[in-house]
C-alpha cells in the first residue's frame, strides 16, 4: 500500500517558511517581496486561478500588486504594462495568466519579461538554460519545481533512478524532464506518439504523469515501489456530487495505490504546491534583488 503524499500539507509548511523569509527581508533589509499578476479579460478559470494567487501572496506577507485589464485591451497595452513593471522597484516578480485572449501574441508578452522577475519560469532564457548542462536558470516553473519538491520532501532519491514523464508540455512535461536529468535520472518521455507506453511507464522507478488524460495509468503500468506524481487535472462527470463532477488524475489512483511506493493524490497532490512554488520564486527573487542593492 502507497505512502500518500500530502501536497496539500508539504505546501503548507512551505507556505510557513516562506512567511518567515518574507519576516527577515521585511526586518531586515527593508524590502517587501512584490508579485505582479496581470490578468487580460474575465474568463472564469482564469480568475479563480488569479484570486488563489493573490490570497497566497496575502497569506505570507508578498505584496500581490493587481492588474485587471479588459479582455479588449490591445497587445501594445498588454506590452507597456509588462514593460513598465519590468522597471517598478517594487516588483520582483511578474506573472502574466495564460491563456491571453487570441488577438494577443502570447509568445511576445512572455519573451518581453524581464528574465530577473520572470517568476513563472517560461522566458525561453530561462527554459533554455534550465536545458543546459552546467547552467542555471534565476527561475525553475513552478508545477515541475513543485513535483521534484514532493520527491524530495517525502525522502524519494532521484539520481540513478529510471524516471518517466508523461507529456511533453512547455509548461509542465518538458520542464519536469528536464529537471529530473539535471538531478541524475534517467528520463523517457511518453507523449501521444509513444507506440505502447505501458512498457514504458512500467519499467520506471519514478513516475510523473502530466497528460491530462483522466485514469490513463492503470495500477498494472506500475512497478511495484515507484513513485508516482499525478500533475493531470480532469474534471469527470460524477452524479453523486453535489456539483456534478469531480476532480481526477491522470493515474487510476485506487488501483495505483495498492502497487506504487508513494502517490500524490488529485486534488491535494501537485495543485498546492505549484502556488507555493510561485511564492518561493518571488521571494527568491526579492531576496537577489536586496543582494544587489
Ligand atoms: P497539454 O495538453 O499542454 O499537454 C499534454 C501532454 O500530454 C502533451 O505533450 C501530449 O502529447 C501528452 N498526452 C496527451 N494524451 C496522451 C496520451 N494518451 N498518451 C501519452 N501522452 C499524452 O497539458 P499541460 O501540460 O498543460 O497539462 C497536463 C495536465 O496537468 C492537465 O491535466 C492539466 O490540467 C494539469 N496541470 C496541473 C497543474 C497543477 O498545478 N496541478 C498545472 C498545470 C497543468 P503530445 O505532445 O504528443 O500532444
Known sequence: MAQIIDGKGIAGSIQKE???????????????????VVIVGERKDSQTYVRMKRKACAEVGIKSIDIDL?????????????????????????????????????EKILASISIEKDVDG??????????MKGREPLFVPCTPKGCIELLRRSGISISG????????????????????????????????????????????????????????????????GAAVIDVGTNVVDDPSRKLGYRLVGDVAFEEAKEVAGWISPVPGGVGPMTIAMLLRNTVDSARRASEQT
Do not use: Y
Open 70 to 106: 479588459p479582455g479588449d485591451s490591445s497587445e501594445e497595452t498588454v506590452l507597456q504594462t509588462v514593460l513598465d513593471l519590468n522597471t517598478n522597484p517594487q516588483v520582483h516578480g511578474i506573472l502574466v495568466q495564460l491563456p491571453l485572449p487570441l488577438h494577443i501574441n502570447e
Open 18 to 36: 516562506i512567511a518567515e523569509d518574507v519576516n527577515f527581508l521585511s526586518n531586515n533589509c527593508g524590502k517587501v517581496p512584490g508579485l505582479a
Open 161 to 224: 533512478k529510471k524516471a518517466v514523464v508523461v507529456g511533453r508540455s512547455n509548461i509542465v512535461g518538458l520542464p519536469v524532464a528536464l529537471l529530473l536529468v539535471k538531478l541524475d535520472a534517467t528520463v523517457s518521455i511518453v507523449h501521444t506518439r509513444t507506440p505502447d507506453p505501458k512498457s514504458i511507464i512500467c519499467e520506471a522507478d519514478i513516475i510523473i504523469a502530466a497528460a491530462g488524460q483522466a485514469n490513463m495509468i492503470k495500477g498494472n503500468w506500475i512497478k511495484p
Open 122 to 131: 517560461f522566458h525561453p532564457l530561462n527554459i533554455g538554460k534550465l536545458a
